[in-house]
């Protein structure tokens, strides 16, 4: 992390070790589609895809007609037609399809769509670029296509997602995990030796993309997940049990504060990644989010911090003496009160952390011992 103040003992360790995601972690992850919550943020992942060799030109018969695959007065478009579709032509027609239709990354997003209808990799669709698809493979393939055409975000689509060196369930009602929270990940894996033992709280767990992934790398840390969704604690607790790690989350389904107020265990330390975009950015956000996501994982009040200032108080609670906290916020504009709220609750060495494109979207703080 970029620091703003001076780092005390146990936090100074976490801006050094692990430099955080690869450059490429915004294709790894393939969150180009929905981006990040914040409304105007350039934080999204890079269009293209893996092509280790050139596309060749789409045939002129599929140039002639780029009409809508499901669209009205067009029989289904040309996905619908009796020629024959390689996987070269595919990805080439629905990349020019998505990018019509608004989608940010419409090449990556082709990629990951035509890679699950043929159960496949995305690098194995340019090892085999003029295979033809059969007649069922192209119809699940453009049903595919409609949803991402209508705005769902590939994760929910395809129900699952890279995050940190996991696959991980994302069904429909879950929030997508975006590539920079892997950020929080790699500061608590620097702060750590891989056989410590310590105790992790992770609030707002949502998909459990945080807490999975730092148990996953840490075999004798053992943690806790909180969420006030149903369909968020299933699905964290199903990607728990994929990643081996279930015997040692336990996921409860809770509000943060209210868990936070009754809570009789310590931790070394609370990650949250909470809702944080304010109210009036709502309508402003990318359809992938607005129409698609659950607005309680995103809008996070007037200001965008109404959790946020009912949890920060109530951490002394559960973060042991010299313990670390670590947050996810929107930006500049809240940092300001993120740093008082932290400053007023006893916490110091508060330090701001940058996302992959350069904005504050970090802060780390230290209860003081």
């Known amino acids: 992390m970029q620091s703003v103040s001076s780092a005390g003992p146990r936090a100074s360790g976490l801006g050094r070790g692990r430099p955080g995601p690869p450059a490429d972690a915004v294709h790894r992850a393939g969150c180009c589609d929905s981006g990040c919550r914040r409304s105007g943020c350039g934080a999204r992942a890079a269009g293209g895809g893996l092509c280790v060799r050139p596309c060749r030109l ?6 002639t007609d780029v009409r809508s695959p499901c669209g009205p007065g067009n029989r289904g478009g040309p996905l619908m037609d009796n020629r024959i579709w390689t996987v070269l032509d595919l990805l080439r027609w629905t990349t020019s399809y998505l990018k019509d239709k608004g989608c940010d990354s419409p090449r990556l ?73 892997e950020l929080l990940v790699e500061q608590v894996l620097a702060a750590t030796q891989p056989d410590e033992r310590f105790l992790l709280l992770d609030l707002c767990t949502g998909s459990g993309n945080v807490a999975v992934s730092i148990l996953a790398e840490r075999p004798a840390a ?24 279930s015997d040692r989350l336990n996921v409860i389904e809770a509000d943060a504060r209210d868990y936070l107020s009754r809570a009789t265990e310590t931790f070394r330390f609370v990650t949250c990644n909470p809702p944080y975009v304010p109210t009036g950015e709502w309508d402003g956000l990318p359809p992938e989010i607005r129409l698609h996501e659950p607005r309680e994982a995103v809008d996070g009040g007037p200001e965008g911090l109404d959790l946020v ?22 930006g500049a504009a809240q940092t300001p009160t993120v740093r008082r709220l932290l ?27």
């Open 343 to 369: 400053a007023s609750a006893g916490f110091v060495d508060i330090e701001i952390g940058k996302d992959l494109a350069g904005e504050d979207r970090f802060v780390c703080a230290r209860r003081s011992e």
């Open 222 to 245: 053992v943690g806790t997940a909180v969420d006030i969704s149903p369909v968020a604690v299933r699905t964290a607790a199903d990607n728990a049990r994929d990643a081996g790690v």
């Open 109 to 181: 997003d082709t990629e990951l769509l035509l890679a699950h209808a043929l159960g496949c990799t995305r690098l194995d669709l340019y090892t085999g670029p003029d295979r033809p698809l059969t007649r069922p493979e192209l119809d699940r393939f453009r049903g595919l296509v409609r949803e991402r055409a209508a705005r769902h975000c590939v994760a929910h689509i395809t129900g699952g997602r890279e995050f940190h060196r996991l696959r991980l369930h994302t069904p429909a009602g879950v929030f997508v995990p975006r590539p920079e929270t």
């Open 58 to 63: 789409v045939p002129r018969s599929v140039q």
């Open 309 to 330: 200032t009912g949890i920060v108080p109530l951490l002394e609670r559960v973060l042991v003496a010299g313990g670390i906290f670590l947050m996810e916020y929107a």
